[in-house]
C-alpha cells in the first residue's frame, strides 16, 4: 500500500544511493598495474615528481583522454607484448627496454632521463 511515509522512506533512500553513488565514484584507472610498477621501479622519480610519492597516469598520458600519449607512452606501449598487459614481469621487461629508446631531449635516453630524476615523457601528445 502506497502511503506519503512510505513514498517518503523510497524517496530517501533513492536520494542516499545516488549519494552514496556521487562520493564514491571516482575516476577508475584503466591500468593500475602499469602505474604500481612505475611506482615500484622508480620510486627516487616517483618521490620527486609524484603525487603523494606516487606518479600518475602522466608519465605516459599527458591529456585527460588516456587514449592519448606522450612520446614515453608511445614507446612503452611498442614494446608490450599486449594492449592491456597484466603480468607484471612483462611490464617491468617493457620499462627496462624502453629505457634505452630516444627521448625528445636531443643526446638523451628516456632511462638518461629518469637516472637524472626527470620525467621521461613530455607534456606533449605524440603524433
Do not use: Q, W
Not at 638518461?112 to 620525467?119: F, P, R, T
Amino acid at each position: 500500500m502506497l502511503t506519503v511515509k512510505n513514498s517518503v522512506r523510497f524517496v530517501v533512500a533513492c536520494v542516499l544511493a545516488a549519494s552514496m553513488f556521487v562520493v564514491t565514484g571516482g575516476e577508475a584507472v584503466a591500468r593500475p598495474k602499469y602505474k604500481d610498477v612505475i611506482n615500484t621501479a622508480y620510486p627516487d622519480l616517483a618521490k620527486k615528481h609524484g603525487t603523494d610519492g606516487k606518479l600518475t597516469c602522466a608519465v605516459c598520458h599527458p591529456d585527460k583522454d588516456k587514449k592519448k600519449r606522450n612520446n614515453y607512452g608511445v614507446a612503452l606501449a611498442g614494446k608490450l607484448s599486449k594492449k592491456n598487459e597484466s603480468d607484471l614481469d612483462k611490464i617491468k621487461e617493457a620499462l627496462t627496454k624502453t629505457e634505452g629508446e630516444k627521448s625528445k631531449t636531443e643526446g638523451k635516453t628516456f632511462g638518461d632521463l629518469i637516472k637524472a630524476g626527470d620525467l621521461p615523457g613530455t607534456n606533449e601528445v605524440a603524433e
